[in-house]
């Protein structure tokens, strides 16, 4: 018998571990084309847009959110200075909503416009329908950032910086100096980070 629940246990183990090895090798490589780019997307405006709609000159910064997770709102003055900055450079900047396991609660539509207005934000806050773009991108948590160059060719993937917890700690600012590269025409330098925050709540 404890044998039988040994081999059970193990298989269990075998099985979890697939899972996330197949969930890890679904995060977009760097290079990778903008996925989804055509796909109707609601914003809280009422709206419907594309990631072809939002793309500028020099690009596009997608950054998967919400409006309930505690790195989501300790990095609210952070995101907004990024996407402003993105802005200024003539990168296109969309904040997706991909918690479908949510729609009933802090996570709404409804909930949405109300976090988007509150937050004063200049740029879409668009909701990912059934996470559907998540699921392309491979994006698992929030806050995590794509940015895409103006050949739609994904250049940098994770954090806004290196410390999501605090603000007060930040060494270096990933996503701006990405952004300041890329404009640039350099390679960017660190083209992946680690992004630290609430999972997407998928159905």
């Known amino acids: 018998m404890k044998r039988s629940i040994m081999i059970f246990a193990g298989l269990g183990l075998s099985l979890l571990f697939g899972f996330c090895?197949?969930?890890?090798?679904?995060?977009?490589?760097?290079?990778s084309s903008l996925p989804k780019s055509t796909v109707t997307l609601k914003d809280i405006s009422g709206k419907n847009i594309t990631l072809d709609d939002i793309k500028k000159n020099n690009g596009l910064l997608v950054m998967f959110s919400c409006n309930t997770?505690?790195?989501?709102?300790?990095?609210?003055?952070?995101?907004?200075e990024i996407c402003g900055y993105a802005l200024k450079n003539d990168i296109g900047v969309i904040l997706l909503n991909s918690?479908?396991?949510?729609?009933?609660?802090?996570n709404s539509f409804a909930e949405m416009q109300s976090y988007g207005k509150g937050q004063n934000y200049g740029w879409p806050y668009a909701l990912d329908k059934n996470s559907e773009l998540a699921n392309a991108f491979g994006a698992s948590r929030t806050p995590e950032c794509y940015l895409f160059d103006k050949n739609n060719k994904l250049v940098y993937h994770g954090a806004i910086d290196?410390?999501?917890?605090?603000?007060?700690?930040?060494?270096?600012?990933?996503?701006?100096?990405?952004?300041?590269?890329?404009?640039?025409?350099?390679?960017v330098s660190v083209k992946e980070t680690r992004s630290v925050g609430c999972t997407i709540k998928r159905t």
């Open 21 to 31: 090895m197949s969930r890890s090798a679904d995060n977009l490589p760097i290079g």
């Open 99 to 106: 918690n479908e396991g949510d729609r009933d609660g802090g």
């Open 69 to 80: 997770c505690p790195y989501v709102i300790k990095n609210q003055a952070r995101t907004k």
């Open 162 to 187: 290196d410390s999501p917890g605090s603000e007060e700690s930040v060494k270096r600012h990933h996503l701006q100096v990405a952004i300041d590269e890329m404009v640039q025409g350099k390679d």
